[in-house]
């Protein structure tokens, strides 16, 4: 497994005054680093020494190690408090969901003690129900950050650690007040003794001698582990080329397939299936609803279990972005092999609309797009759209809609024809006089004409005739304004 882990090292650094003595200083460096490559930058680590009250703070760079320098010589209690609380998602996916709600069943259940924490979203102390809640709210975009909880913790490897050769070290320097363990604690170490949710967290607390200067100073780590990322993917591990399923080839699911026209005002239900993919553990992706097509007036429960609407996040709905999610709730895959529903959308379209991939599409920037098999593998979603233009013709011309209404400027009108053919297109007056004309040609099915030079006309009421070559009408009433 890659741990993250930061080191404290400690060293002393002499400084010459003319007037003074020499004085001793306590100079501290250390990494945060997952694996053995990428530096984790923005933890804020703070060193205080507790007898005096000096305290030294540093924030670790992107791609180097922090310094925190304390003016006086270490003898006796620091406090080291390591912090990080930024990037709430960052490595939280639907696959961490997975992993818990198969813990809770006891179907797999999580046995790393890293992987515990992170699963603890609430750090109550247990894992239950309620990470998971907590954690798809983050994934949903209902929830931002979660209330009272960094997003890192930080504890010491010691906690998790096989430290045999630490505590023997440590049990031969002479003038040790705590015997085995510079610790202010009484605890068996190492990771055959370490039972969640028995874990130290920082800030911690210990005493330090300055008789101490040849111990090993490597054994001063921290674990960092990124809060509800249980199977460790989050970006500093991503770095390291150590995320799996990032170069799986995308297949296309899920599929969204739609005949012909969706007339304004018309309320449709359109399934958004899957097919070929064969038996996930769970999925999510992003969607755009185009704010300007569509009205989203609810969803549906298609093929899958345990569907709730609490598996959609619709804050940004007005912008027109959904995001959605799945797993079982009892922990079981979900067969994808022949075509399944996986939900419907019920919609209202705001004006005619033939071609859906102009107002449905995959939103990566809002939510990966992303599935994992039975082996907890992941692999990249596409979406694809399956629109055949098969229009079922009313009649051979048909004037859907002109806007806006009233007009000042330009209008656009939206015409179903059931060939191609040249259109001729008058303006009348109240009184039958003929104004304006214009001369189009029109393509089988939607056409969007605009007629310019608007403003000539006169305020008030105003006729708009359509002649195809064969001599069908249609005819609209519209305002005029300057």
């Not at 430290?163 to 055959?192: E, R």
């Amino acid at each position: 497994m890659k741990k993250t882990f930061i080191a404290l090292l400690f060293s002393s650094f002499f400084i010459t005054n003319a007037l003074l003595a020499q004085i001793d200083a306590a100079g501290f460096a250390g990494f945060i680093q997952p694996g053995d490559d990428a530096l984790v930058p923005g933890a804020d680590v703070t060193i205080e020494q507790l007898f005096t009250g000096d305290v030294c703070n540093s924030v670790t760079p992107p791609d180097d190690l922090y310094h925190c320098i304390l003016p006086q010589n270490i003898d006796g209690p620091l406090r080291v408090t390591i912090t990080k609380n930024e990037n709430w998602l960052d490595g939280v996916t639907t696959l961490d969901l997975v992993f818990i709600q198969k813990h809770i069943l006891f179907i797999d259940p999580i046995t790393s003690g890293e992987s515990q924490i992170a699963a603890d979203a609430d750090n109550s102390g247990s894992i239950s129900t309620f990470d998971i809640l907590l954690l798809q709210k983050l994934i949903l975009n209902q929830e931002s950050a979660l209330t009272d909880v960094p997003s890192w913790r930080f504890l010491p490897t010691w906690t998790v650690l096989n430290v045999t050769g630490f505590q023997s070290h440590w049990g031969n320097i002479p003038g040790d007040p705590y015997g085995t363990t510079p610790f202010n604690f009484d605890a068996d170490f190492g990771l055959s003794n370490f039972e969640y949710p028995f874990y130290l967290d920082v800030p911690l607390e210990f005493y330090w001698l300055a008789t101490n200067d040849q111990f090993d100073l490597g054994n001063f780590s921290f674990n960092a582990i990124k809060v509800g990322d249980v199977n460790f993917t989050n970006q500093q591990l991503a770095l390291t080329g150590g995320v799996e399923g990032q170069d799986r080839q995308a297949k296309n699911a899920p599929s969204i397939t739609w005949n012909g026209l969706i007339k304004k005002g018309e309320e449709v239900t359109i399934p958004v299936k899957a097919s070929g993919v064969g038996e996930i553990l769970g999925y999510q992706f992003g969607m755009w609803l185009s704010p300007e097509d569509f009205e989203l007036v609810d969803i549906t429960q298609g093929d899958l279990p345990s569907f709730t609407k609490d598996n959609f996040g619709l804050t940004e709905l007005k912008e027109g972005k959904i995001r959605t999610l799945w797993f079982d709730t009892e922990g079981q895959a979900a067969d994808l092999s022949d075509e399944t529903v996986l939900f419907n959308l019920k919609l209202k379209a705001k004006r005619n609309i033939v071609d859906l991939s102009e107002a449905i599409k995959l939103d990566a920037e809002s939510m990966k797009g992303e599935y994992y098999d039975t082996n907890k593998e992941i692999s990249p979603f596409a979406l694809e759209l399956d629109v055949q233009q098969t229009v079922a013709f009313e009649r051979n011309l048909e004037l859907l809609d002109h806007y806006p209404n009233p007009v000042d400027h330009q209008m656009t009108l939206e015409l179903l024809l059931d060939n191609d053919s040249d259109l001729e297109i008058q303006i009348f007056d109240v009184y039958g006089k003929q104004i304006k004309s214009y001369t189009q040609s029109g393509a089988k099915g939607l056409n969007k004409i605009v007629l310019e030079d608007m403003d000539e006309l006169s305020n008030g009421t105003h006729f708009l005739r359509v002649i195809d070559a064969e001599g069908h009408i249609a005819v609209k009433q519209f305002v005029a304004i300057k």
